[in-house]
Each structure stands twice: as C-alpha cells, then as structure tokens.
C-alpha cells in the first residue's frame, strides 16, 4: 500500500497479520482528528467507498429491493464515479468549511489508475467524496453522514 504520506514509524508497506478492532472499540469509531491525520488520504477513500456502499445496499434493501440480481443492479448503477461525481455537485454547497477541505484533499489526491467507465475529473471528484466519508466515518459523525447521503441520493 503506498501513502501520500508515512506517518512516523510507518513503513510505505506494512504486512497485516490479524486483524481485529481494539478492545472497547466501537464499529463506528470516534477518533480525534490526530489519530485520523495518521490515515493517508487513499485509506480515507478506501474507509469511505465502503461505507457510501454499505449505505447505499441498506437504503436500497430498506426502499423493498429483496431480489439479490436487482441489488446488485442498483448498487452498481448509484456507486460508481460517475454517479457519484454528479451526486457531490449536489452536496457541495451543504459542506462545511471543514469538510469541504477534507472533499479537496481527495480530489487532489494521487491515484493510479482510472476506471475505464469514468473520465478523470469523475473520478477525482469520486475520490474527494469517498474521502470526505472515510473522515466522517471516523470521527463517528454518522447523523452527518445520513444526512449527506440523503441529500446525495436526491439526484442518484
């Protein structure tokens, strides 16, 4: 895994051994914004492609979609950068000066590769919003998070 930055003490690639939350941890952590500062901005875009997706199969499941094919049909068709691209537009003007930086740190982040069904500056504004979900999602600000999400699904 490569950072775009090493946090000290860190090595560019860490083996994983095991792997399992600290005792007393919650699911949805809450941590300070130091302890959040040790994840790269990739690894908030990671935390929070999983999250916005994790969101969207709930929603999609608690809207009465039960069919797996259909599922999977509508996940794909809302999480993808494209959409989400067109989705972020809709939200930027909601975000607060905070979180609109943390949006900045992840569209300007150096990626690798860009998916063949999205252009670059999908993508990257993709990224900034995956981004600006790993952040919220740990520091534990899931009521701000639905409420972005609902607004986000508005127009997906």
């Known amino acids: ?3 775009d930055f090493a946090p000290a003490g860190w090595s560019e690639d860490r083996p994983v051994g095991i792997v399992v939350y600290k005792p007393g941890t919650d699911f949805a952590p ?7 500062g040790q994840f790269s901005t990739l690894a ?3 935390l929070g492609d999983g999250v916005f997706e994790i969101m969207m199969r709930t929603g999609l499941a608690q809207a009465g979609v039960t069919s797996a094919a259909k599922l999977h049909k509508e996940t794909v068709r809302r999480v993808n950068a ?19 930086a943390v949006f900045k740190r992840g569209r ?3 990626v ?9 500056s999908e993508y990257h504004a993709a990224t ?3 981004t600006l979900f790993g952040w919220l999602w740990l520091r534990g600000e899931t009521a701000r ?3 972005l999400f609902n607004h986000l699904t508005e127009v997906l």
């Open 82 to 100: 494209p959409a989400q691209a067109k989705a972020v537009e809709h939200i930027l003007p909601l975000l607060t000066s905070e979180e609109h």
């Open 1 to 3: 895994m490569k950072h």
């Open 108 to 110: 300007n982040a150096k």
């Open 128 to 130: 900034g919003l995956e």
């Open 30 to 36: 809450k941590l300070s914004l130091p302890e959040i």
């Open 145 to 147: 998070l639905m409420e």
């Open 112 to 120: 690798n590769g860009i998916p063949q069904k999205a252009d670059v």
């Open 44 to 46: 908030l875009a990671h």
